[in-house]
């Protein structure tokens, strides 16, 4: 175990490093392709860790499935085990499969068979290793891309590695310029072809646009008057004023959680000035050396200290700025795990109100009138998880 815990380490050292800037060229394996302004490649460095991220213990039962979690699979499609994450669970007639998407690859599979399924070696939840991308210098000939277009680009790529060059950036991929032993590159090959153009579009590459801002707010589920959810504590002093989290998604959060750290503490440190009310930060917690997930309340102390909520957790602590990082926009997605929920008093059972609001007690809660974010409480019924 411990050597892939080292090549893990290696691996996430060489993903934090690689900003892929504009004019920069890499060997890559394009895993993937769904058409010339939408595929996916994979750097060839990445390869001695295929096998390890890819490796697997035991098959997984139904039972044990958990949405958004990271797992191992048989791919019909890659014709390979492949680390996946479950999209969506469903089960009929018995029978349970699955909705996977490959992050090494950037394909999604429907209807997987539990039977397919394993469970994970490696620990660690390390980043998609495959980067979307589009053909700079492509255009098509219609409004979209026909099937023969599509295969004429998987022919031409084929299953070489391929040096792919950067000429531009967009939100979610990057424009390149792609090149194996074709006699020309492979958009080159695809306007010599006839089923393609040499210029771009608008959405492909475009100089003189401004850049859309990065994500950097929190994100909250919402939920339904009536649903039903089974949770866990995850912070709280009274019935009227508590927090908790999805017992399946706290699972997929510790997973993340170990990868957020990482990052965090190779992000730069927040000068004093640059604190600002409002804005979200990752803190150390000193009990654990773990990063979590968090936003700046107040400042109580100018330069120095602040009062900050830790949006998985909905703790409100006091920390010192030489704790705070900056965060990263990847770190955005996951929304807030903590449900801000009030509660009667009346409504504690036998078990007691100390063990209920004991960190990670689990349990359900029936929301009565809907909340908003961490500000406004959801009004709940709660009631043990296994009713006697």
């Known amino acids: 175990m411990d050597h892939i815990v080292d090549s893990i380490e290696d691996l996430m050292k060489r993903i934090s490093i690689n900003n892929y800037d504009v004019g920069s060229s890499h060997w890559v394996d394009v895993t993937y392709i769904n058409n010339p302004h939408s595929f996916y490649v994979r750097p060839t460095v990445f390869?001695?860790?295929?096998?390890?991220?890819?490796?697997?213990?035991?098959?997984i039962l139904p039972d044990e499935l958990c949405l958004g979690?990271?797992?191992?699979?048989?791919s019909k499609l890659l014709q390979t085990y492949a680390r996946g994450r479950i999209m969506f669970i469903q089960t009929e007639d018995g029978e349970t499969s699955c909705d996977m998407y490959a992050p090494d690859y950037g394909c999604?599979?429907?209807?997987?068979?539990?039977?397919?399924?394993?469970?994970?070696?490696?620990?660690v939840d390390v980043p998609p290793l495959a980067i979307h991308c589009q053909l700079a210098d492509c255009k098509p000939h219609a409004e979209t891309w026909?099937?023969?277009?599509?295969?004429?680009?998987?022919?031409?790529?084929?299953?070489?590695?391929?040096k792919m060059v950067i000429r531009g950036k967009t939100p979610d991929s990057l424009i390149v310029e792609l090149i194996n032993s074709c006699p020309e590159d492979i958009a080159t090959m695809l306007a010599l072809s006839g089923h393609s153009t040499l210029g771009y579009t608008n959405n492909v590459i475009n100089r003189f646009s401004v850049a859309v801002p990065e994500k950097h707010y929190f994100t909250f589920k919402e939920f339904d008057v009536g649903e039903t959810l089974i949770v866990r504590v995850q912070a709280g002093d009274s019935l009227k004023n508590f927090y908790v989290a999805e017992v399946h998604n706290y699972k997929?959060?510790?997973?993340?959680?170990?990868?957020?750290?990482?990052?965090?503490?190779?992000?730069?440190?927040?000068q004093p000035e640059e604190v600002k009310e409002g804005m979200p930060v990752g803190v150390l917690m000193m009990a654990n050396s773990k990063y979590e997930r968090a936003y700046v309340k107040e400042i109580t102390v100018p330069e120095e200290k602040a009062i900050v909520q830790l949006v998985d957790w909905g703790k409100i602590v006091e920390v010192p700025f030489m704790r705070l990082k900056?965060?990263?926009?990847?770190?955005?997605?996951?929304?807030?795990l903590a449900i801000y929920c009030s509660a009667e008093e009346s409504q504690t059972w036998d078990n007691g109100l100390h063990k209920f609001l004991y960190p990670?007690?689990?349990?359900?809660?029936?929301?009565?009138?809907?909340?908003?974010?961490?500000?406004?409480?959801?009004?709940?019924?709660?009631?043990p998880r296994v009713s006697t």
């Open 47 to 59: 390869r001695v860790y295929m096998s390890i991220l890819n490796s697997y213990v035991e098959r």
């Open 69 to 74: 979690s990271t797992i191992v699979y048989k």
């Open 108 to 123: 999604f599979e429907k209807s997987v068979p539990w039977k397919r399924l394993r469970r994970t070696c490696q620990p």
């Open 146 to 162: 026909s099937r023969k277009v599509i295969e004429c680009m998987k022919f031409f790529v084929g299953k070489e590695r391929a």
């Open 252 to 270: 997929a959060y510790l997973n993340e959680r170990d990868n957020f750290t990482y990052f965090s503490k190779k992000q730069k440190e927040l």
């Open 326 to 336: 900056a965060m990263s926009e990847k770190f955005f997605h996951r929304p807030a």
């Open 360 to 383: 990670g007690y689990e349990f359900k809660i029936t929301i009565r009138e809907a909340g908003d974010k961490l500000d406004t409480p959801y009004v709940v019924n709660i009631a």
